[in-house]
């Protein structure tokens, strides 16, 4: 049995708001610095579709045939994003499958891998590039560790975070142990936030901008990279998540 169940179904798309879907991936396992153990993460990737019809893919998940077929059905796949320096590992793989498409990456991400991206890219920045400025909002939350890219969805009100934000469920996990590190860290659902871990390597006095534009947002649903998102009173959890940043 494993430890951690994914979100099924997984690889395929789940519609979320109008232009708006989530693709649930499966369970990577990351190392932790010099841990002799991995610990497991669910993943899941955010589809935006522009007015134009654009798709805007944010923190991709595995490709397989039949999730391509589903994606290209939306629309023709523009922008690819990398939103943080772990979250890089399929870039190079839409980048390929869809090469009209541009990647946009978080700064460090470059010095994670050269392998698993693309040969031409483009750095992500505090304020939204032209190409989607006009239905997304978006802010740097800068650490020592990493920076992370968010973005908020105006036409939807849905805030898109990856590692600012994590909530476990406890019937997700089949270890007590997995789950008692949650606890400690602060990321177990329901009123998951960053893991205290991740947050010691942020200025709290450096990140108060970005996390009162965060807090700002109107947002009526977060969707996150790992554990179970938000579906309602967005704002509420955002405000709730970074209070030790505000």
């Not at 009100?157 to 602060?186: P, Q, V, Y």
């Not at 938000?230 to 030790?244: C, I, N, P, S, T």
Request: glycine share 4%.
């Amino acid at each position: 049995m494993a430890i951690l169940d994914t979100y099924d179904p997984v690889n395929t798309l789940k519609p979320v708001s109008e232009n708006l879907w989530i693709v649930d991936g499966p369970v990577i396992q990351m190392k932790y610095f010099s841990l002799p153990f991995t610990i497991p993460f669910t993943t899941r990737m955010t589809i935006v579709r522009l007015h134009g019809g654009d798709l805007w893919v944010h923190s991709p998940t595995p490709l397989d045939n039949a999730l391509k077929a589903e994606i290209m059905a939306l629309g023709p796949v523009k922008y690819i994003i990398g939103p943080n320096r772990i979250h890089y590992w399929w870039l190079r793989d839409w980048a390929d499958a869809f090469p009209d498409a541009k990647v946009f990456i978080a700064t460090g991400i470059e010095k994670m891998t050269k392998e698993r991206l693309p040969s031409s890219y483009t750095f992500l920045e505090e304020r939204a590039p032209s190409a989607w400025n006009e239905e997304m909002d978006q802010t740097a939350f800068a650490g020592s560790f990493l920076t992370e890219i968010v973005f908020f969805h105006k036409p939807s009100k849905t805030a898109i975070l990856t590692d600012l934000i994590e909530n476990f469920e406890h019937d997700k996990m089949h270890s007590e142990f997995l789950w008692c590190a949650c606890r400690l860290t602060g990321c177990a659902a329901p009123n998951g936030k960053m893991p205290i871990d991740l947050r010691s390597t942020f200025n709290r006095k450096k990140v108060r901008p970005a996390a009162q534009k965060i807090a700002s947002w109107p947002a009526e649903r977060v969707i996150i990279a790992h554990g179970q998102w938000f579906e309602k009173d967005g704002q509420v959890e955002l405000r709730r998540a970074l209070r030790w940043a505000l």
